[in-house]
C-alpha cells in the first residue's frame, strides 16, 4: 500500500526554523512529482511548495518564496522543507503529497497524501 508519512513538526518561536521531512513507503519517490501543502483552521489547503521528479522545476507560494526550500533525495525517498524565518501565519497543518499525471502545485492534482504534520509559530 502506497504510504506517505510526514515529520518534523513542532512549535517554534517568530523568526525560527523548522526542517520538514516526508518519506513513501509501497511508491518509489523518483517516480512522482511532489509537494509541500498547508492548511489553517478554516482556510481551504494551499500549495506552499512543489517540485519535479529530477529536482526540477520547483514552484514557490509567494507567501513563502524566499523564506522556504524545497528539496529532495530520491536515493532517500525522502522530501524536505527547509523553513525559515517562520511566521505565525505560517501556523498550519503541513502536508506532502505526491502527483503522477500533468498539473501543477494544486492541492487537487496530487493523488497521494501523508496524514501531515503541525507547524505551530507563536511566541
Not at 498547508?38 to 520547483?58: D, F, H, M, N, Y
Not at 501556523?91 to 505551530?120: F, L
Request: glycine share 14%; charged share 20%; net charge neutral.
Amino acid at each position: 500500500q502506497d504510504q506517505i508519512v510526514e515529520s518534523g513538526g513542532g512549535d517554534v518561536q517568530p523568526g525560527g526554523s523548522l526542517r520538514l521531512s516526508c518519506t513513501g513507503s509501497g511508491l518509489r519517490f523518483e517516480d512522482y512529482n511532489l509537494g509541500w501543502f498547508r492548511q489553517a483552521p478554516g482556510k481551504e489547503r494551499e500549495g506552499v511548495a512543489c517540485i519535479g521528479w529530477s529536482g526540477l522545476p520547483t514552484y514557490y507560494a509567494d507567501s513563502v518564496q524566499g523564506r522556504f526550500t524545497i528539496s529532495r533525495d530520491n536515493a532517500k525517498n525522502t522530501l524536505y522543507l527547509q523553513m525559515n524565518s517562520l511566521k505565525p501565519e505560517d501556523t498550519a497543518m503541513y502536508y506532502c503529497a505526491a502527483r503522477d499525471r500533468p498539473g501543477n502545485c494544486d492541492p487537487s492534482h496530487h493523488s497521494i497524501w501523508g496524514k501531515g504534520t503541525q507547524v505551530t509559530v507563536s511566541s
